[in-house]
């Protein structure tokens, strides 16, 4: 399992899909992830600051707590048929499926560490590099720009094969 944080949220210019870009903490590839739209939304808030409105997703952290015990972590775990599947990781080592746009959003909103399957990364990881040729360096309209010209050309279907 590979430990990774959130590079950017962006629009895919074809399909007006938000796509998640998630980047390996110690490496160079980074995951795009396509997300639900309201989860996308969650996800752009970013962390859950003090004061802020609770949203839907703020849910879960207070309740695991209340009846003692904590969300750990959340793990893309799987990749089939196009389709990442994730999981909530609690203490104790229980784990509940959850879909990974859901489970992506608690993420963000708690602060929890995302891991995702070696696998996954392997079969379908793309450098970072490649995306941002002037890394974490250059200006944030740049990365933007080198960003959506690899976006404009990819789709879900090209992050797994249909025919199993």
């Known amino acids: 399992m590979r430990a990774m944080r959130m590079l950017r949220l962006i629009v895919h210019a074809r399909t007006r899909e938000p796509v998640l870009l998630l980047g390996e903490i110690d490496g160079e590839r980074c995951l795009p992830v396509f997300l639900r739209p309201a989860q996308a939304e969650v996800i752009a808030f970013g962390p859950r600051g003090e004061g802020d409105p609770p949203l839907t997703q703020d849910l879960i952290g207070p309740v695991v707590r209340g009846l003692g015990r904590s969300l750990d972590r959340v793990e893309i775990t799987e990749l089939r048929d196009g389709l990442f599947s994730a999981d909530l990781v609690f203490d104790q080592g229980t784990r509940i499926a959850a879909r990974p746009s859901d489970a992506l959003a ?31 360096d250059a200006p944030p309209a740049e990365q933007l720009r080198e960003f959506r010209q690899f976006i404009d050309e990819v789709s879900p279907e090209d992050f797994g094969d249909a025919s199993g």
Not at 115 to 132: H, S, W, Y
């Open 106 to 136: 608690v993420a963000v909103r708690d602060g929890l560490p995302i891991g995702v399957d070696d696998e996954i990364l392997d079969e379908v990881g793309q450098p970072v590099a490649e995306l941002f040729p002037h890394g974490g």
